[in-house]
Structures are given as C-alpha cells and as structure tokens.
C-alpha cells in the first residue's frame, strides 16, 4: 500500500512564505509525476505546480514566479516552496502521486491535505 504524508502548512502573514513537503511511502517501484494541487473553500480542487519523473515543471499562472515545486527522488518527496504569499494563496493543499508498485500496477493517490492560511 502506497501512502503520501504532506507537512508544512499553517498561518502566515501576507508576503510570507511557507514550504510544503509530501513523501510517498509503501511499495513503490517508480515515481511518476508529482504535483500540488489546492481546494479554497466553496472552490473547485484546482492544479497549483506538477513536476515530471524528468523533474520538468508547470505552474497554474497566479502563482507562477512565486512558487517552486521541486522532488527528491531519493527520499520519494516532493516539495512546494512557496513565496509571497497572498490572502488568495488560502487552501488547503493536496499533494498527488502517479506511480508504479511493486505489483506492477499504476496508480495515482491523494494525501489528507494541509491548511494554509495567509492572514494578518
């Protein structure tokens, strides 16, 4: 069983900056993309950063310049730094993972999320 365990969310002030981590943990052979994604409340669960298994990178535009996802694929973890934030950055965050098992199957999971919260 493959299991993604996300830290790093809390209370920030406007401009601040936080860093969110997920590590994947359980049977897994390879590593396929990575990505963020964040629910604002009543809001859709939208793409935030993806990051390929050839650690190219895409960003949703509001938040392009500001964040940067990154992976340690020794450690099975993906990153989001995330800078200057704002009040709209508020989301809970979800971290998401395609990958191979050892039973050869793909499969593509969700952590639990972590709340950020940009507020003065």
């Known amino acids: 069983q493959v299991q993604l365990v996300e830290s790093g969310g809390g209370l920030v002030q406007p401009g601040g900056s936080l860093r969110l981590s997920c590590v994947a943990s359980?049977?897994?052979?390879?590593?396929?993309?990575m990505a963020w994604y964040r629910q604002a409340p009543g809001r859709q669960r939208d793409l935030v950063a993806v990051?390929?298994?050839?650690?190219?990178?895409r960003y949703e535009d509001s938040v392009k310049g500001r964040f940067t996802i990154s992976r340690d694929n020794a450690k099975n973890t993906v990153y989001l730094q995330m800078n200057s934030l704002k009040a709209e950055d508020t989301a809970v965050y979800y971290c998401?993972?395609?990958?191979?098992?050892?039973?050869?199957?793909?499969?593509?999971?969700w952590g639990k999320g972590t709340l950020v919260t940009v507020s003065s």
């Open positions: 998401n993972v395609a990958a191979l098992t050892s039973r050869y199957a793909d499969i593509n999971i």
């Open positions: 359980g049977s897994i052979v390879r590593i396929n993309n």
């Open positions: 990051i390929s298994s050839s650690s190219s990178t």
